[in-house]
């Protein structure tokens, strides 16, 4: 996930609404744009890098039909008085299965069961068949770094961000994963190199 940037379009934006300041019946407003949502339980355990507890809030989610600008998004989330500017979101099932930190398990964690889905958003296909995807994107990341002989996670990352969103988003959510990856493969080359080196002085 990236933030907003006007010049792009896509049918997944998001933005945050607070309690305190989201006007009554809120979600029935949101209901009513006939938009397909989903909205997260209440992020009330959330702390910042101090650790202090940070302001509860709803993390929202809208999937529109076709793809959209930021403005557009803009307008559909103003009325709820939360987000200014909403955020681009590089994969769907990634974001909804943050809603409520699936992947983050350093973060509070959240019941998914609370996820609440508008306007015929299917909840459970989502986090059904991303799993299967996080698996699948997972492997091809994998592959290409060592056909590509990557050992860096900086080289891969502004690689994915680049070229390949889902990647992007796997590897951000799960960057402890990759980082152990790229160093047993930096360590398997070291083997690697000290064989070949062993063979040619025992030729010479």
Not at 69 to 76: D, M
Not at 110 to 123: F, S
Request: net charge negative; aromatic share 10%; charged share 25%.
């Amino acid at each position: 996930m990236e933030a907003g940037r006007g010049a792009k379009k896509t049918r997944n934006w998001a933005g945050v609404v607070y309690p305190e300041s989201a006007p009554e019946g809120w979600q029935d407003m949101l209901r009513d744009t006939h938009v397909k949502s989903f909205i997260s339980p209440l992020h009330d355990r959330d702390v910042d890098a101090d650790g202090d507890l940070l302001k509860a809030h709803f993390h929202v989610v809208i999937n529109t039909d076709g793809p959209i600008t930021q403005k557009r998004a803009n307008e559909i989330f103003e009325p709820l008085c939360g987000t200014k500017s909403a955020e681009y979101v590089m994969s769907l099932s990634g974001y909804v299965r943050y809603l409520a930190h699936m992947d983050n398990p350093e973060k509070a964690q959240y019941d998914p069961t609370e996820i609440i889905a508008l306007n015929g958003a299917d909840l459970t296909s989502i986090l059904k068949n991303s799993q299967t995807d996080i698996n699948k994107y997972i492997g091809e990341v994998m592959n290409f770094c060592v056909e590509n002989q990557i050992y860096e996670l900086s080289t891969l990352s502004h690689y994915a961000m680049r070229e390949e969103s889902d990647w992007f988003a796997v590897i951000t959510a799960k960057p402890y994963l990759f980082v152990q990856y790229l160093a047993s493969l930096r360590h398997g080359r070291i083997n690697l190199d000290s064989q070949s080196n062993q063979e040619v002085k025992k030729k010479c």
